[in-house]
């Protein structure tokens, strides 16, 4: 039987009755990479011999009558995460051969529950892209199209998962960094509320792994079915304990309806400073439709929705106004002459980013009480709506582009061109207010690409666009294998 695309609930039943052993499915998935990932480059790090020492004290546990949640399932982990033994880079060339001393908290969250670790996965060079290339591991293909980039900067996740190495992974977001690869790969992610779940050693070399937050970023999971990412993220949900020294159990409130007849969804297609493509759109309609049909409330418009012209800008003050922090002086200055030159005039996202970019502190307290006001705008939202269904990016996978100049980019969008980062408004929408984002698969392009979208929901009721994105799963379908990866692997050990 070949076990590469089963779930990891499936894979824990057919543990649980002896169908199946850790060992077997850890060579499995290993034998999976190490015949495709030369074509996709996925696991950058891989740590074998450690997995199947894992799997097997797996198996040894289970015959003793343990059976944890993630117990002898075969998982990966975004190559930012510290683990111990294992080089942490973050892409970046200089530190190539940093080897941090402890794991990052969710990696001791998953070796806690059972899971066998396989290896660490491709990001972009200091996790700042849409993309995942960089000098030391090269570029993430997409399994659906090798000529096409997976997305970033969880794109080495997600692709492992489109490609069948293993059943989980963990990522991480604060541009779409979940959601964006998930969309592209044609699996599912979820960004959890702001704080939900600590991510202590998920943090740039050489910085101490200290129990601190990184405004807007989260720590999330990524799977190929929506009730996997549930499963994950009650492993990785839960406060650091070394801030409040307690241990990492919250209870999330349960979603707020079992039915799909009885949600109330407002779908978004536009947005003012981006158009969304034909593909995308297509993907919309798709989940709009279901939600009709399943009898859900489905709304195009209303008065409560927060203005999303001000919640990208807000999202792109608060996004770059820390990216320059480390800068070196000489370029700091030279930001600061460019951002003198623009003209009062000009409020595009372009000008915005450079503006942030050297921004006051003054200016970035002003930028936090706009967040404020926006959070308590959804709050008014979510009395009237469980889920808002919008795009992640305006369109599937794009061809791979390594040009430096990240501002001199430009996206496609159905032939016309726009500014590379401007495709970042979308996913902004729930990062800015630090509100919880399912991103679901819902069917493919007509040349194969795939294509998802984001359900948003209230802040701390994860559990509702989790659950909402199992009733969909149900009607529209989910996640199917790339063509022809589904052909078996060889076990190289049984």
Wanted: negative net charge; aromatic residues 6%.
């Amino acid at each position: 039987m070949n076990w590469n695309f089963r779930s990891a609930e499936e894979l824990s039943v057919a543990l649980r009755v002896g169908e199946v052993t850790s060992v077997e499915l850890t060579d499995w998935a290993i034998a999976r990479i190490e015949r495709d990932d030369k074509a996709i480059n996925a696991i950058c790090v891989p740590d074998f011999d450690r997995a199947r020492t894992a799997a097997r004290a797996a198996d040894e546990a289970r015959a003793r009558g343990e059976d944890r949640p993630l117990l002898g399932i075969p998982v990966s982990v975004k190559e930012s995460y510290n683990i111990a033994g294992l080089p942490t880079t973050w892409g970046m060339p200089q530190h190539a051969k940093y080897l941090p001393a402890e794991d990052a908290v969710q990696v001791s969250r998953l070796q806690a529950a059972g899971a066998v670790i396989l290896g660490k996965t491709n990001v972009p060079l200091g996790l700042k892209d849409v993309q995942s290339f960089n000098e030391i591991h090269g570029a993430t293909n997409n399994p659906w199209d090798h000529d096409r980039t997976s997305g970033g900067s969880s794109g080495g996740s997600a692709a492992a998962l489109s490609a069948g190495f293993g059943a989980l992974s963990i990522g991480s977001d604060i541009g779409g960094s979940l959601r964006t690869p998930a969309h592209f790969c044609g699996v599912y992610a979820h960004k959890p509320t702001l704080g939900l779940a600590a991510s202590r050693g998920m943090v740039a070399p050489p910085a101490p792994a200290l129990p601190t937050e990184l405004d807007l970023a989260v720590v999330g999971p990524m799977a190929r079915t929506a009730r996997d990412l549930t499963l994950l993220l009650d492993v990785m949900a839960g406060p650091d304990p070394l801030t409040l020294g307690v241990a990492h159990d919250l209870r999330l409130p349960p979603a707020r309806h079992e039915r799909l007849r009885d949600f109330r969804a407002l779908v978004l297609d536009d947005h003012p400073l981006i158009p969304t493509g034909s593909a995308v759109r297509a993907g919309l309609k798709r989940v709009a439709d279901a939600l009709i049909d399943g009898g859900a409330r489905v709304e195009r418009h209303s008065p409560l929705l927060p203005d999303l012209t001000e919640a990208a800008i807000v999202y792109t003050q608060l996004l770059f106004s820390g990216s320059v922090a480390r800068f070196p002086v000489d370029a700091y200055e030279q930001l600061r002459n460019r951002a003198a030159e623009l003209s009062a005039d000009d409020q595009s996202l372009g000008a915005a980013r450079l503006r942030a970019m050297v921004c006051s502190h003054r200016d970035w307290v002003e930028a936090n009480n706009l967040r404020e006001l926006h959070r308590h705008g959804w709050r008014r939202l979510f009395a009237e709506f469980d889920a808002v269904v919008c795009p992640i990016t305006p369109t599937p996978a794009f061809p791979h582009d390594h040009d430096p100049d990240l501002l001199g980019r430009r996206i496609d969008i159905d032939g016309v061109e726009y500014p590379y980062l401007d495709q970042l408004v979308w996913a902004g929408l729930a990062t800015m207010p630090g509100l919880p984002a399912t991103a679901i698969p819902t069917g493919h392009t007509p040349d194969g690409l795939p294509v998802g979208v984001q359900l948003i929901g209230p802040m701390f009721e994860d559990r509702t666009p989790l659950w909402l994105a199992e009733l969909l799963e149900q009607t529209i379908g989910g996640f199917r294998p790339p063509k022809d990866a589904t052909s078996s692997s060889q076990p190289l050990r049984v």
